[in-house]
């Protein structure tokens, strides 16, 4: 007699996780501002967790710069700084001009990436989800950073766009202009990649970063 074979249970994201994801979307969506101290206690109760996976949490946390741990106390949610922007902003314009440069020889193995993304960006711009707008942004970005080949620098630039999210991307919506100011940039710079020449590509990729730049330190 043969019996029904039981499908294995396919095993949920730890606590620890769960609390680490919990806390990293509320810093980022700003629902815990910028200097604001909370505690293992809050936080492990929002999470549905104890305490001891919060503190896992908080240390994954404090290693991306997000909070300063003060023992007995809590987390102090970093606040942004002009200094941060500047800083982010650099980084993110390194890691992309290098990107870049490197992607060009092989760039028709993204195109049709990067074109997919841009399809999802109008979209979305067209029925108003700014949240689906700017993860699509961010996707069309990724997929020029990733393919460039190196795991670390493509671990680093998911890290850059969290901060930048933390600074008040978000608030891009405030701007009736951006979307379309972004759309057009990312249509120009696939115009780039099905040319020949590889400068007018980096400098179409180096001026949609600094745009960006300019309306996060509006933000401020």
Known sequence: MTHPT????TAGPSAAERAYQHLKRAILEQLYPGGQLISEGEIAEAAGVSRTPVREALLRLEAEGLVALYPKRGALIRPVSAREITDVIEARRLVELHAAERVWPRRAEIRADLARWLDEMRRAHAAGDVTALMAADRAFHATVVEAAGNEILAELYQRLRDRQLRMGEASFRLSPDWAEVV????????????????????DAVGAHVDNAATVLRTLR
């Open 183 to 202: 759309l057009a940039e990312h249509a120009g710079q696939l115009a780039a990649l099905d040319g020949d020449d590889p400068q007018v590509w980096l």
């Open 6 to 9: 039981v499908p294995a249970r």
